[in-house]
């Protein structure tokens, strides 16, 4: 399974940005997804997660409110739209596939990686 995120780049503070995650072949349409950040200088942080079907979503308290996670299982795609960005939200994302239908918050649930897209949000 290749993930090919996209969607990154430099906005100013308060502005959005829309993530996708496309994945190469249908073996994610069973499973949960889900994006992670790093910064430089910090740890890879879990962002949001959402399970095989899209009906159930989570996010880091950090997000809640301003980013929105989905999929087109059609697509093999899952988006992340950031509204109300911060420079505390720079950082490169990444996209994963977990190993579960639901999936969560802990790096080690995911089995696929994407090579990730940078976000830099200027103030």
């Known amino acids: 399974v290749q993930l090919q995120a996209s969607g990154g780049g430099l906005v100013q503070a308060g502005g959005s940005l829309r993530l996708s995650c496309a994945a190469s072949?249908?073996?994610?349409?069973?499973?949960?997804m889900g994006w992670f950040r790093q910064a430089p200088g910090k740890e890879r942080e879990f962002v949001a997660a959402i399970s095989w079907n899209g009906y159930y979503t989570s996010y880091a308290d950090s997000v809640k409110g301003r980013f929105t996670i989905s999929r087109d299982r059609g697509k093999d795609t899952m988006y992340l739209q950031m509204n109300s960005l911060t420079p505390e939200d720079t950082a490169l994302y990444y996209c994963a596939v977990s190993r579960q239908a639901v999936a969560g918050p802990g790096a080690d649930g995911y089995r696929y990686w994407g090579q990730g897209t940078q976000v830099t949000v200027s103030s």
């Open positions: 072949r249908r073996t994610s349409s069973n499973n949960g």
